[in-house]
């Protein structure tokens, strides 16, 4: 794990669009992994203002996403769906055909999961995968468990996650407790991944992905045993622990 370690947010953000936006301008093909959330709000930011200069141009990728609420529709402004929309598709060039994110309001969840694994797999894998890491040690919503999930599956949500999460939502009991994760297995095919982790509460799980040992109880640790991880992590997320 290769670990890039920078001032502030804002340049972990600017350092990850460069190194997107270089994996694009190199390969126009590229499959994109995506992640949601806070963290990587910064890092679309960039990615916009690099598309609005001429710089990168992403007409030929093809993407992913990690993750999709259940029972929430993509025009719902808390699905992650209308996140992407709102940060990054709605902005640049994007090809609409080639944009995948689960279905969450899919009448068959386990259907759902096993044709977004077979596009997955039918497009080579996914070339760079984006990731945040949660306080818990979750990737995707990959949750702290007793053994790794392997490919895209149904989550039932951590209490941590749902609460963390609660501050999208009116009330935390508007927050979803179930949804579609692409699994473990899924992520590691990527070929290389990057992984962005910012704010002193992650630190403890910054420090059990790079340090600890690799077990289903930290799911962020699996990537150790990736061959092309990059990590851009701020100095709260890095001194407070590490």
Not at 89 to 107: A, C, E, L, T, W
Not at 202 to 208: D, G, L, M, P, R
Request: aromatic residues 10%; hydrophobic residues 40%.
């Amino acid at each position: 794990m290769r670990i890039i370690k920078v001032s502030n947010y804002e340049e972990m953000n600017d350092l990850a669009a460069h190194y997107i936006s270089s994996q694009v301008m190199l390969h126009p093909k590229s499959v994109l992994g995506f992640a949601t959330g806070s963290t990587p709000m910064g890092t679309y930011e960039k990615l916009r203002e690099l598309y609005r200069k001429n710089i990168v141009c992403f007409s030929q990728c093809t993407t992913f996403n990690l993750d999709e609420y259940i029972g929430l529709s993509k025009d719902n402004p808390q699905s992650y769906s209308y996140y992407m929309q709102s940060n990054l598709f709605d902005y640049v060039n994007f090809d609409r055909q080639k944009i995948h994110i689960p279905n969450g309001m899919s009448p068959d969840i386990k259907k759902e999961c096993l044709a977004y694994e077979a596009t997955i797999e039918k497009m080579g894998g996914i070339d760079l995968q984006l990731l945040g890491i949660g306080r818990n040690g979750h990737i995707g919503f990959n949750e702290p468990d007793v053994k790794f999930e392997a490919m895209t599956h149904e989550v039932i949500l951590d209490e941590g996650t749902i609460t963390a999460n609660a501050r999208f939502f009116p009330s935390i009991d508007e927050v979803p407790k179930r949804a579609i994760s692409m699994g473990l297995k899924s992520i590691m095919h990527a070929h290389k991944i990057l992984v962005l982790a910012s704010g002193e509460e992650k630190a403890e799980a910054v420090y059990n992905m790079v340090y600890g040992p690799v077990i289903p109880g930290v799911p962020a640790s699996v990537l150790q045993l990736h061959p092309d991880v990059v990590l851009i992590v701020d100095e709260t997320a890095w001194k407070s622990v590490c």
